[in-house]
């Protein structure tokens, strides 16, 4: 069983920055494979990005390609959302997810999900 809590939402102007946290409960969380996903009012939750167990590799929605960077520290069960450049459009609900690899663009491939944190982004 993992547990996920974000943090680090908040509302900020178009161009700005926020740095997202998800902390993971128990000993197993540099087994999974860590997401983040978000999902705006009246639309389907998407993938953002993904990271490998060992961080040794990362995934990118073409949408957030070169602007948001995933990463994580197994040391601290922690795996982070560095976004830069923001958008009004990257306004929504941000969650993060673990499970096994594979298919990370997927949300039936993660057994475990957050409680998601609101980032707004004012034009």
């Known amino acids: 069983q993992v547990q996920l809590v974000e943090s680090g939402g908040g509302l900020v102007q178009a161009g700005g920055s926020l740095r997202l946290s998800c902390a993971a409960s128990?000993?197993?969380?540099?087994?999974?494979?860590m997401g983040w996903f978000r999902q705006a009012p009246g639309k389907e939750r998407e993938f953002v990005a993904a990271?490998?167990?060992?961080?040794?590799?990362?995934y990118y929605a073409d949408t957030v390609k070169g602007r948001f960077t995933i990463s994580r520290d197994n040391a601290k069960n922690t795996v982070y959302l560095q976004m830069n450049s923001l958008k009004p459009e990257d306004t929504a609900v941000y969650y993060c997810?673990?499970?096994?690899?594979?298919?990370?663009?997927?949300?039936?491939?993660?057994?475990?999900w957050g409680q998601g944190t609101q980032v707004t982004v004012s034009s």
């Open positions: 990271i490998t167990e060992s961080g040794g590799s990362t």
């Open positions: 128990g000993r197993t969380f540099s087994s999974y494979a």
């Open positions: 997810a673990a499970g096994p690899s594979g298919s990370y663009h997927f949300t039936a491939s993660y057994d475990y």
